[in-house]
């Protein structure tokens, strides 16, 4: 068990009730035309490439990170959302449906939390040159549990291979935004 943040496939994003997120997306798209803009329709996340990773690791650094480089506000848009959509949004949107994990749905937009993450990538001197884009479900977290991060950071010291565990979650909210903009799908934990 676990909780995993994955990528949300269209036919998903349709479904309303527990076997899908129709009912995130009814409300989304009621939010967005009350502010004048389109409904909101996904992409198709490739296959077998969807994104999914266990968010298994400890988070306690990795607060400690947030706390440290972020404002109180965008600490909560990065660390409390239920979904994160491909578009930007001025403020993180509380929609009144219930979720897996909490009796209301917090939607941001990735490109806020892609600039969040690229802070507090910069400040673990994170070397996204050599962690890997996502190319299938837990290559990211494979990375950095199986060995290639250590082996890198011989190669490559700096702050974020002082914790491993950190470094994962800098990278993991940094590749799911870009992961969300390349492919226009919203990201959700389940």
Same mark, same amino acid.
């Given at each position: 068990?676990?909780?995993?943040?994955?990528?949300?496939?269209?036919?998903?994003?349709?479904?309303?009730?527990?076997? #899908?997120?129709?009912?995130?997306?009814?409300? $989304?798209?009621? @939010? =967005?035309? *009350? @502010?004048? &803009?389109?409904?909101?329709?996904?992409?198709?996340?490739?296959?077998?490439?969807?994104?999914?990773?266990?968010?298994?690791?400890?988070? /306690?650094?990795?607060?400690?990170?947030?706390? +440290?480089?972020?404002?109180?506000?965008?600490?909560?848009?990065?660390?409390?959302?239920?979904?994160?959509?491909?578009?930007?949004?001025?403020?993180?949107?509380? =929609?009144?449906?219930?979720?897996?994990?909490?009796?209301?749905?917090?939607?941001?937009?990735?490109? #806020?939390? =892609?600039?969040?993450?690229?802070?507090?990538? +910069?400040? $673990?001197? &994170?070397?996204?040159? $050599?962690?890997?884009?996502?190319?299938?479900?837990?290559?990211? #977290?494979?990375?950095? *549990? /199986?060995?290639?991060?250590?082996?890198?950071? +011989?190669?490559?010291? #700096?702050?974020?291979?002082?914790?491993? /565990?950190?470094?994962?979650?800098?990278?993991?909210?940094?590749?799911?935004? *870009?992961? +969300? &903009?390349?492919?226009?799908?919203?990201?959700?934990?389940?």
């Amino acid at each position: 068990m676990g909780i995993y943040l994955v990528s949300v496939d269209p036919e998903d994003w349709s479904v309303p009730g527990e076997d #899908g997120y129709g009912d995130v997306a009814a409300a $989304l798209d009621e @939010r =967005l035309t *009350q @502010r004048g &803009l389109p409904p909101y329709r996904p992409g198709r996340p490739p296959e077998p490439g969807r994104f999914a990773e266990k968010t298994s690791p400890p988070m /306690d650094g990795f607060d400690t990170l947030c706390r +440290a480089h972020l404002t109180p506000g965008e600490r909560h848009a990065l660390l409390s959302w239920s979904f994160l959509v491909p578009f930007a949004l001025e403020e993180p949107l509380l =929609l009144p449906v219930e979720n897996a994990y909490d009796t209301e749905t917090l939607v941001v937009g990735a490109p #806020g939390v =892609l600039a969040l993450a690229e802070r507090l990538a +910069a400040a $673990l001197q &994170l070397p996204l040159d $050599l962690i890997p884009e996502p190319s299938g479900p837990y290559g990211l #977290g494979a990375w950095f *549990q /199986d060995g290639d991060a250590r082996k890198r950071a +011989a190669t490559r010291p #700096g702050p974020w291979a002082d914790d491993p /565990d950190t470094a994962f979650f800098a990278a993991l909210y940094l590749r799911a935004a *870009q992961y +969300a &903009l390349r492919h226009h799908c919203p990201m959700t934990y389940s």
